[in-house]
């Protein structure tokens, strides 16, 4: 752990958050655990929290190069990151390019129909009620965020597919679906935060449609380390690779 970490402020199912010296500043430890299916299924995957760090920071900085505002500050170690302190907002930001997953269980859409405008959906991140949809009545009616915060939410996460899905594409990855958090920084403005990870996105092969993301894991099958390696590789420039010394991360 690096020499500012001071205090574990949360534990997450894969992330640990610290407080630092300067109220303004966390750092957040992408660990190596990996869970899904709603905490059911769990695994601690040598390397995966390090390809995470690597992989959210490059996808932060094209955001930050495109004006769009995230808590990202500096890749302190590879697998800790500095940020800005935020407050976190209960959602879960859910944008889809092409219909799979829960979308296709729950509603009659073809698998990999695409969708066109994306489809933006809203999820509680609550574990005790299982993360359920909600709607703007019921953001409202919780008092989670106001009308034009959200609104702005939408806006924001329009511009972010926009970016990553064109940036992805020239690497030969399909952006399928994402999930973000935000929250608000002391100035009261949104800051998307959290991460931008195969945890949280599906990508796939732009030919072969070959996942490269967590649903691996989700089938049960092997190889989402060396998926999630295989999106490091893609994504960062040699240089970057140099910098993180990427060849010797095995
Ligand atoms: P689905 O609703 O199809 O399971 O997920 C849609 C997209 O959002 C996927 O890219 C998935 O990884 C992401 N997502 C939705 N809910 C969660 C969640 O609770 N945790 C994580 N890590 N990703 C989620």
């Known amino acids: 752990m690096s020499q500012i970490a001071k205090e574990l402020l949360y534990t997450g199912k894969a992330k ?15 660990r190596d655990d990996i869970t899904a299916l709603d905490g ?10 390090v390809y995470n760090a690597l992989i959210s920071t490059k996808l932060f900085e094209v955001l ?41 269980k729950k509603y009659p859409f073809p698998e ?5 405008p994306p489809i933006i959906q809203f999820d ?9 949809m909600l709607n703007d009545s019921i ?29 992805l594409k020239s690497k030969g990855l399909l952006l399928v679906d994402f999930k973000l958090e935000y929250g608000f920084d002391k100035d009261g403005n949104i800051i998307l935060g959290d991460e931008i990870s195969p945890d949280t996105t599906r990508l796939w092969d732009v030919d072969t449609l070959e996942n490269f993301d967590k649903d691996i894991f989700r089938k049960g ?13 893609l994504i960062l420039t040699d240089d970057e690779k140099d910098k993180w010394n990427v060849k010797d991360i095995e």
């Open 16 to 30: 640990d958050v610290y407080k630092t010296d300067n109220d303004d500043e966390y750092i957040i430890k992408f």
């Open 40 to 49: 059911g299924k769990k695994d601690t995957l040598s390397k995966k929290g």
């Open 64 to 104: 930050e190069a495109e004006g769009i505002k995230t808590q990202y500050i500096e890749l302190l170690s590879p697998d800790e990151m500095l940020t800005m302190s935020l407050d976190m907002i209960p959602l879960e930001v859910i944008c889809r390019n092409i219909a799979t997953g829960s979308l296709v």
């Open 112 to 116: 990999k129909k695409e969708l066109n």
């Open 124 to 132: 509680y991140k609550n574990d005790e009620y299982h993360d359920p």
């Open 139 to 167: 953001i409202l009616a919780l008092d989670i965020v106001s009308q034009d915060a959200l609104d702005e939410i939408r806006q924001i996460t329009l511009k972010i597919n926009r970016v990553l899905s064109d940036f």
């Open 221 to 233: 099958e092997d190889g989402v380390v060396d998926a999630y390696r295989k999106v490091v590789d």
